[in-house]
């Protein structure tokens, strides 16, 4: 009897669910049918992996707000949208899409910067780890992706490049066509590694997607980026329900979570011969010794652990902040911390030693809350900083191959600047790419406007008061509390208002006409960063890298596209993947033979 009655109510609560989500906003704003009574809708588009193109199509049907769920609006079209939305003091906050991204540690959420939902915690966060990204700082990681982008090159002419004779004739050399995506993000990971660690991560040098990282990223983000449509699955059924945690959820190891703690472990190893040998830096007899350079080296961990080191003196109260607790992964063995990650990466190895252990915290507490920021930090890095780079990398490399003219003018300018030593060959510096290289600024902002790495709604939750959003126009639409709302940076970017009639072409002269140079009006729309207070932080760092790699290549190669006619793949599960971009190489000024001069 309490069966049946059961069953018979299970049609009537989903009839209920879905005639209360179609009146959860007001009838005007138009959206696909479907979508008004349910998520799913927008959880299919991002599964089939061409969201964006959808968003933009519907944008073009139904104007600059469109319905993409029964609480989820999408908005499009007018620059003023964006402080409305993403405006410091304008109080939206991160949605549950970026709750997905959370793991769960021993029972408590931890949380990176970029999937913090918490403003207090994200602002007590950022505090400490600001200034490792500041523009201020950029000079000194200059060096560690000259280190990388040189041995890029290396790997590249050794494997794929032909070169010709005195006389023009190709050299024989197995001619192998270079699977240029790939090797983008070989790059893309191994300057982050450098960057973070001062060591690569071993992609360029092996030529493969070491310890399957890359793999391991990629279902990590096919797998939120749809759940993330749905968070309450995740947040009921899935990844943060305590009962599939415990009986379901097979633990794992990371092997970018393997490859960071142990180039973690050996710096606090130096460290701790520097705190053996000579207490702290300031009555230090050896500065340079081996603990002094831990401190010493231009990169990310040296940062964080400077922080470290001064709550530790400090006793910071950051320190017994629950959020930052939250991050710990300690175990019973304090020289052997233990982690646990979600599953989607695949089954425990044998050969790996780190797995889930529910015992919590132990004497060394205040060491492991200090190590485990700091390894929350460097993990964040990883994965905010190399598919992104990457994603940008390919996109810039393909235009330009299939607009053979923007080649053509990149590397004439190039060129040019070499000759008249306006700059360093292989590698131009920062400051030489932004006095002497306007076409090369131009065409990696293109690149970004064209391809904004993230491409899927930057969702914010509408606040207890409400929203009212203004128009061009002056009219209004009111949103109630909890609206999700969000602009896909791939849509807005297309916005002919802002970019032009041709905001659906590759045009990096847009970037160089009298309006734009003196009001920098597009500049300041350009969304791929993301905007306001929860902006990409590694952009400085983002810029570096992309105006040291593309002069770089260009000046030593010419490239060809191995398939002129055939087009790129492209996948979005948030970071937009693609593939299918090979191309042939030959070296521009190979090194003369001696025997041939
Ligand atoms: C071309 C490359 C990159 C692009 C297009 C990009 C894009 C973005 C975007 C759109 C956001 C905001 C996300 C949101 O509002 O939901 C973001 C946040 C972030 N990015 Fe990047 N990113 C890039 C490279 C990097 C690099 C290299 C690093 C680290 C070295 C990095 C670190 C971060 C961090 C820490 C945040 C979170 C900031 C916060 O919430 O306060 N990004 N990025």
Redesign the pocket.
Same mark, same amino acid.
Not at 533 to 560: D, Q, Y
């Given at each position: 009897m309490l069966v049946s009655l059961a069953l018979a109510l299970i049609p009537a609560i989903v009839v209920y669910t879905l005639i209360k989500n179609y009146f959860l906003l007001t009838s005007s704003i138009p959206g696909p049918f479907v979508a008004r009574f349910t998520d799913a809708y927008r959880a299919l588009l991002v599964y089939r992996r061409r969201p964006h193109e959808v968003h933009l199509a519907l944008h073009k049907k139904h104007g600059d707000l469109v319905r993409l769920g029964p609480n989820y609006v999408s908005v499009t079209g007018s620059r003023t949208y964006v402080p409305q939305i993403?405006g410091i003091g304008k109080g939206l906050v991160?949605s549950d899409f970026?709750s997905v991204f959370q793991n769960v540690v021993n029972g408590r959420r931890a949380a990176?910067?970029?999937a913090?939902t918490d403003e207090s915690a994200?602002a007590k966060s950022?505090r400490l780890?600001a200034h490792a990204?500041s523009l201020s700082t950029l000079v000194e990681y200059e060096g560690l992706v000259e280190r990388t982008t040189v041995c890029f090159l290396d790997a590249l002419e050794e494997r794929f490049a032909t070169t010709r004779g005195a006389t023009g004739d190709k050299k024989s050399r197995p001619s192998q066509s270079l699977d240029l995506a790939r090797y983008l993000q070989f790059f893309a990971f191994d300057v982050?590694g450098e960057?973070?660690f001062s060591r690569r991560l071993g992609f360029i040098e092996s030529g493969t997607d070491v310890d399957n990282i890359m793999a391991a990223i990629g279902a990590n983000f096919s797998y939120f980026s749809v759940l993330g449509q749905m968070p309450w699955l995740d947040e009921t059924l899935l990844g943060k329900n305590p009962i599939y945690v415990k009986y379901f959820r097979k633990s794992v190891s990371s092997p970018i979570l393997i490859f960071a703690q142990r180039l973690l472990k050996e710096r606090l190893e130096d460290l701790d011969g520097q705190d053996n040998t000579g207490g702290d830096d300031k009555n230090r007899q050896d500065p340079k010794g081996k603990g002094g350079e831990s401190y010493n080296r231009p990169d990310?961990l040296t940062r964080f652990l400077k922080v470290r080191k001064e709550q530790m003196e400090s006793h910071d109260e950051a320190l017994s902040d629950g959020q930052i607790l939250s991050y710990l992964f300690v175990s019973e063995q304090p020289k052997h911390p233990r982690l646990i990650i979600p599953s989607s990466s695949g089954p425990l190895k044998q050969s790996q030693s780190l797995c889930f252990s529910p015992s919590l915290l132990n004497s060394n507490l205040h060491e492991y809350q200090l190590t485990s920021f700091s390894f929350l930090s460097i993990k964040?890095?990883i994965n *905010?900083?190399?598919d992104?780079?990457a +994603?940008?990398l390919r996109a810039i490399f393909y235009h330009l191959l299939k607009n053979p003219t923007s080649l053509t003018e990149l590397q004439s300018e190039l060129d040019a600047a070499a000759r008249d030593k306006k700059i360093s060959v292989p590698c131009p510096t920062w400051v030489e790419t932004q006095e002497n290289l306007p076409f090369l600024c131009a065409v990696i902002k293109e690149g970004?406007r064209m391809n904004?790495?993230?491409s899927l709604p930057?969702?914010r939750v509408v606040p207890a008061e409400g929203l009212t959003l203004r128009h061009e126009d002056n009219t209004t639409t009111s949103l109630p509390p909890g609206t999700i709302i969000g602009i896909n940076?791939w849509v807005f970017q297309r916005s002919t208002d802002i970019f032009g009639k041709d905001a659906e072409r590759w045009n990096p002269t847009r970037w160089l006409t009298a309006e734009e140079k003196s009001t920098k009006s597009m500049e300041h729309s350009l969304? *791929?960063?993301?905007?306001?207070?929860? +902006?990409?932080?590694?952009?400085n760092?983002?810029?570096l890298?992309?105006h040291k790699l593309i002069p770089a290549m260009l000046l030593k190669f010419n490239m060809t596209l191995t398939h002129p006619d055939r087009e790129w793949k492209v996948e979005n599960a948030w970071a937009l993947n693609q593939t299918d971009i090979e191309v042939n190489l030959s070296l521009r000024n190979p090194r003369r033979n001696p025997e041939e001069s």
């Amino acid at each position: 009897m309490l069966v049946s009655l059961a069953l018979a109510l299970i049609p009537a609560i989903v009839v209920y669910t879905l005639i209360k989500n179609y009146f959860l906003l007001t009838s005007s704003i138009p959206g696909p049918f479907v979508a008004r009574f349910t998520d799913a809708y927008r959880a299919l588009l991002v599964y089939r992996r061409r969201p964006h193109e959808v968003h933009l199509a519907l944008h073009k049907k139904h104007g600059d707000l469109v319905r993409l769920g029964p609480n989820y609006v999408s908005v499009t079209g007018s620059r003023t949208y964006v402080p409305q939305i993403y405006g410091i003091g304008k109080g939206l906050v991160k949605s549950d899409f970026y709750s997905v991204f959370q793991n769960v540690v021993n029972g408590r959420r931890a949380a990176s910067l970029v999937a913090e939902t918490d403003e207090s915690a994200h602002a007590k966060s950022k505090r400490l780890i600001a200034h490792a990204y500041s523009l201020s700082t950029l000079v000194e990681y200059e060096g560690l992706v000259e280190r990388t982008t040189v041995c890029f090159l290396d790997a590249l002419e050794e494997r794929f490049a032909t070169t010709r004779g005195a006389t023009g004739d190709k050299k024989s050399r197995p001619s192998q066509s270079l699977d240029l995506a790939r090797y983008l993000q070989f790059f893309a990971f191994d300057v982050i590694g450098e960057l973070t660690f001062s060591r690569r991560l071993g992609f360029i040098e092996s030529g493969t997607d070491v310890d399957n990282i890359m793999a391991a990223i990629g279902a990590n983000f096919s797998y939120f980026s749809v759940l993330g449509q749905m968070p309450w699955l995740d947040e009921t059924l899935l990844g943060k329900n305590p009962i599939y945690v415990k009986y379901f959820r097979k633990s794992v190891s990371s092997p970018i979570l393997i490859f960071a703690q142990r180039l973690l472990k050996e710096r606090l190893e130096d460290l701790d011969g520097q705190d053996n040998t000579g207490g702290d830096d300031k009555n230090r007899q050896d500065p340079k010794g081996k603990g002094g350079e831990s401190y010493n080296r231009p990169d990310f961990l040296t940062r964080f652990l400077k922080v470290r080191k001064e709550q530790m003196e400090s006793h910071d109260e950051a320190l017994s902040d629950g959020q930052i607790l939250s991050y710990l992964f300690v175990s019973e063995q304090p020289k052997h911390p233990r982690l646990i990650i979600p599953s989607s990466s695949g089954p425990l190895k044998q050969s790996q030693s780190l797995c889930f252990s529910p015992s919590l915290l132990n004497s060394n507490l205040h060491e492991y809350q200090l190590t485990s920021f700091s390894f929350l930090s460097i993990k964040m890095n990883i994965n *905010a900083g190399s598919d992104t780079i990457a +994603s940008t990398l390919r996109a810039i490399f393909y235009h330009l191959l299939k607009n053979p003219t923007s080649l053509t003018e990149l590397q004439s300018e190039l060129d040019a600047a070499a000759r008249d030593k306006k700059i360093s060959v292989p590698c131009p510096t920062w400051v030489e790419t932004q006095e002497n290289l306007p076409f090369l600024c131009a065409v990696i902002k293109e690149g970004l406007r064209m391809n904004p790495a993230l491409s899927l709604p930057l969702e914010r939750v509408v606040p207890a008061e409400g929203l009212t959003l203004r128009h061009e126009d002056n009219t209004t639409t009111s949103l109630p509390p909890g609206t999700i709302i969000g602009i896909n940076p791939w849509v807005f970017q297309r916005s002919t208002d802002i970019f032009g009639k041709d905001a659906e072409r590759w045009n990096p002269t847009r970037w160089l006409t009298a309006e734009e140079k003196s009001t920098k009006s597009m500049e300041h729309s350009l969304l *791929a960063f993301g905007a306001g207070k929860r +902006s990409c932080l590694g952009k400085n760092v983002a810029l570096l890298e992309l105006h040291k790699l593309i002069p770089a290549m260009l000046l030593k190669f010419n490239m060809t596209l191995t398939h002129p006619d055939r087009e790129w793949k492209v996948e979005n599960a948030w970071a937009l993947n693609q593939t299918d971009i090979e191309v042939n190489l030959s070296l521009r000024n190979p090194r003369r033979n001696p025997e041939e001069s």
